[in-house]
Each structure stands twice: as C-alpha cells, then as structure tokens.
C-alpha cells in the first residue's frame, strides 16, 4: 500500500492505493471522489431527477460501484484491524470485506465456498486476486 499527498494542490489532495506486482488494484482519492459524484450526478440530472432523489441515486450508484475517498479508507482500515475474520466478511463496508480477501485468517476452503459474484467489484476483485494466489 502506498499513500501520498499533492501539497500544492487545491486543499492539498490527498491519495492512497494498493498495487500487486506494480499494477494498481485499488485507488482511494478525494478529487476522484468529487469527480466521480459530478460525473454521476449530472448523468442523474438530465435523467430529471432533482433534490434528494439526485442525491441518494448518486450516493447509491458512487458507493455501489466501490469508489471510496481516502478518509472512508482510513476509517475503514483502523477498523478492520479490529475486527475478528468473522466481523469482517459479515462487514457493511465493502472496503473491509474486500481487504478480508486478502487477509491470511481467511482460510482456502472459506475462501473456495464463498459467493461474492453479488458483492462489490472491488471485492469480487480482492476474492479473485486471493484465489489466484493463494487457491488451488
């Protein structure tokens, strides 16, 4: 995992991703955030949705897609290290569950019965990464 910060950046942006074999897995930015919303948002927008309709369908269709700024990722990260393996998997946040794929307490017959076709691709991702590294 690595994290920096863009000091000369507007409100100095800040981001953090996890790489495998150098290729970037997962990216937790607040500018991407922000222009992932907008983006989103006006797609709403000219669909008609107005008010708190445009606001919950942008939230839904943001966090649904696993695009997370970087404070959610902190916060999510000092509460995974709390958790038992069991808390984690059963988690509503989709960033603990995907790094419980990678998290080694996750044992390869768990690993081979469980189901996240229905998940976030981001832990759909992790699962797939896990399996191929570690699965037989």
Known sequence: MRATRYRRAHDEACEAWITLDGARIASFADLTLHVDH???????RSEGLQGNALNAATERDVGGRGVAALWGFTVALSEYLELSIDAVLASENPVIRALGMLDRRLGKRRLAVMDVTADLPMVHEFHA??????GD
């Open 38 to 44: 907008n983006t989103r948002a006006e797609a709403f």
């Open 129 to 134: 990464i896990r399996w191929r590294l570690w």
